[in-house]
């Protein structure tokens, strides 16, 4: 099961089947507890234990078999449901063991159910938990089920054969809410297939699966929004979140020296012809940075960004859009069908060149901003070891303002981090100022630096620096 599938799982059963403390019994006359834990024997009732007396006292086995033949005996009330064995009940489990109760029947439920349907293993987290759901009310066996000789559920069967999850939606039966969910979860599952979205991620984020978040550099939660201002146009919370990232990686890089020259955002109908509408809502975006090697750098960020040129009708540009942005035109989104089947999106459906597949932009964004940060610390040690050598003994250690003024006041550093011939004029000053653009992230860089120039005294003398080459 994908993990957002297992963490989504408890609130969405909970809120279909209600969490029952107490024993009651199901619609088959079997005693059960918490969502749906079956307690068939007494053994097992006394195994799901610790119970607790309405007094707070824990049961003895004996008091737990006793309420099991009781709750047993009680069969006028399984019509109704387990609320209805609330105000007899006598013993209770605790809200933290009804949860573990949960987890652990879910492990085995689930195993049951993939050895079955293989095909579940493989599936978009959506199908996983549709199918989840569909198997918890019916049980795990229930497309083996027959009717006379016939199969019970023979559509259903079809779809999950053929891992057609537009049939399985269609395939759902009965009416209101959790009918409407399983079937919405199975119709996104086939659009994860056709797009060629991360199966990974749960891209149904109604009530009442929690959506995923993505968390920034240190920041706050990431919340996904189709039409955001950006940079002077419009284009979504991916292309927003995801591309100054970009920036970040592609300065750490050597890859560009200020930042990523936007051509064409999103919103934009009818803006450029060459475009297709493929730029008429969110996650397509035109820029500057197309050589091979920026492109790999793309991909790594998890963008399907392609060089565009005057060969194939272009001005020299670089188009894509993070992979897995739901926001983007229906022109677009034929092109990221394009992009699963390993094509280039346009009408020759040539080969896409370059690194391929790639990761989901959320699950890129995640391994390069931890690279990112990495790369801070190296800069500030560098900055700090330069910091030491400009200064007298330090007497005590400065402040990290002091720090931070005495790098930005440290010109014609040379480029010691990167040996891109290309980007030679990168400094620690360039690459400070431009990553630390904003006055928190600034304060946050000159904090490293103290942290590292703290790091250097506490190591004894200072240590020898290279000398300067102008
Ligand atoms: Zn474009
Ligand atoms: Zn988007």
């Not at 063991?97 to 095909?119: C, G, I, K, N, Y």
């Not at 600034?442 to 630096?449: F, P």
Request: a neutral charge.
């Amino acid at each position: 099961m994908r993990a957002s599938v297992a963490a989504a799982w408890p609130a969405h059963v909970d809120h279909y089947e209600g969490t029952l403390t107490w024993m009651y019994l199901d619609t088959k006359l079997k005693v059960t507890t918490g969502v749906g834990n079956l307690i068939d024997s007494i053994a097992a009732a006394q195994a799901a234990g610790p119970w607790f007396k309405p007094d707070g006292t824990q049961a003895t086995d004996a008091e737990v078999a006793t309420e099991w033949k009781r709750v047993k005996a009680l069969t006028s009330l399984a019509k109704q449901s387990g609320w209805a064995y609330r105000t007899s009940a006598r013993l209770n489990l605790t809200p933290t063991r009804v949860a573990e109760l949960l987890s652990t029947t879910t492990d085995r439920f689930w195993a049951e159910l993939v050895q079955r349907w293989p095909v579940l293993d493989a599936a978009p987290a959506d199908a996983q938990l549709a199918g989840l759901d569909l198997a918890w009310q019916n049980g795990y066996a229930f497309l083996e089920l027959k009717t006379g000789t016939s199969w019970t559920w023979p559509n259903m069967r079809a779809a999950w054969t053929a891992a057609d999850w537009t049939k399985a939606a269609a395939a759902v039966p009965g009416t209101g809410e959790r009918a409407d969910a399983r079937k919405r979860l199975f119709r996104n599952a086939a659009q994860v297939v056709a797009l060629g979205l991360d199966r990974n991620v749960l891209w149904d984020t109604t009530t009442p699966t929690a959506p995923t978040t993505v968390l920034a550099l240190g920041e706050e939660p990431y919340v996904a929004q189709a039409k955001v201002a950006f940079r002077g146009g419009w284009t979504c919370s991916c292309v927003a979140k995801s591309l100054p990232m970009v920036e970040n990686y592609m300065l750490m890089k050597g890859l560009i020296q200020f930042n990523i020259d936007i051509f064409q955002l999103g919103y934009n109908g009818g803006g450029v012809a060459a475009s297709a509408g493929t730029h008429d809502a969110g996650g397509c975006t035109d820029v500057g940075q197309y050589s091979d090697a920026q492109i790999q750098a793309w991909r790594e960020c998890g963008w399907t960004m392609q060089h565009r040129t005057p060969a194939q009708g272009f001005s020299h540009h670089a188009h894509g859009w993070p992979l897995g942005c739901p926001h983007m035109s229906a022109g677009a989104r034929s092109q990221a069908t394009q992009w699963a089947n390993g094509t280039n999106g346009l009408a020759s459906y040539g080969r896409i060149t370059g690194k391929y597949p790639i990761d989901n932009w959320q699950t890129a964004y995640t391994k390069r901003s931890a690279e990112i940060m990495g790369f801070k610390d190296d800069v500030a040690e560098l900055a700090a070891k330069k910091v030491l050598a400009a200064l007298p003994a330090p007497a005590k250690v400065p402040t990290a303002k002091e720090i931070a003024q005495a790098v930005l006041n440290l010109d014609e550093v040379p480029n010691t981090f990167t040996s891109n011939a290309d980007n030679k004029s990168v400094s620690p000053k360039t690459a400070l100022s431009t990553l630390g653009s904003e006055s928190q992230a600034m304060l946050d860089a000159a904090k490293r630096i103290e942290s590292a120039v703290q790091l250097l005294i506490a190591a004894g003398p200072t240590p020898p620096v290279a000398a300067t080459q102008k």
